[in-house]
């Protein structure tokens, strides 16, 4: 008897800890943040701190897993050490990420990011005086990246945390700079039921 009370009492509490929401059921999350972007591969360069700002919508498997896809608007590229230049890239980047709740409200998130380029310029300062040049032909257009991150649901609102590792080369080929971004993102949204 005192085995399957236990059992029972287990079984209650892991259905209410993984009880996330409805199968079948799909939210909208608006979401706005910080981005600090680098590239990899190189020694001379810190992270540009930007904005992130979009949404993504989730459909929720069953109540342990949710796949959602998103467009964020993200201020990416970096900054050249002991130099007053940075690197604007920016991006339009759409996340499709596998959501797995492993307690009632915290999900860890994996997947894979397409990114266009919306815009790339080079900036720099120098004599109080200051310079942007277009750097559109030098950067390739596509980007793609694998985001990992985690979310923790606290009601409607989320906290969410992501590190993205990019797969393919910023710079065309004859640049010869083999760097790809990097980006660590702290954003909060709002989740809206459909």
């Known amino acids: 008897m ?19 929401r409805e199968p079948g059921s799909l939210t909208f999350q608006p979401r706005v943040g ?62 499709i990420m596998a959501n797995i709740y492993i307690f009632k409200g915290l999900a860890l998130k994996a997947g894979l990011q397409p990114g266009f380029k919306v815009s790339s310029t080079l900036e720099g300062t120098w004599k109080g005086g200051s310079a942007s040049i277009n750097i559109e032909d030098t950067v390739n257009d596509f980007d793609v990246a694998v985001p990992l991150g985690i979310s923790v649901d606290l009601g409607r609102l989320v906290l969410d945390a992501r590190y993205t590792l ?9 640049m010869d700079l083999d760097s790809k971004n990097i980006t660590f993102q702290l954003g909060i949204g709002y989740k809206f039921s459909l």
Do not use: C
């Open 2 to 20: 005192k085995k399957f009370l236990f059992m029972a009492i287990l079984m209650m509490a892991s259905t209410s800890v993984f009880a996330q």
């Open 34 to 95: 910080l981005i600090a972007a680098d590239f990899n591969n190189t020694g001379d360069t810190e992270a540009r701190v930007g904005v992130f700002a979009g949404g993504d919508f989730e459909y929720y498997v069953n109540s342990v897993v949710g796949l959602s896809a998103g467009v964020f608007y993200a201020q990416q590229g970096a900054e050249l050490k002991d130099y007053n230049v940075t690197w604007k890239l920016d991006y339009l980047n759409i996340p």
């Open 166 to 174: 990019g797969l393919k080369q910023i710079f065309k080929d004859d």
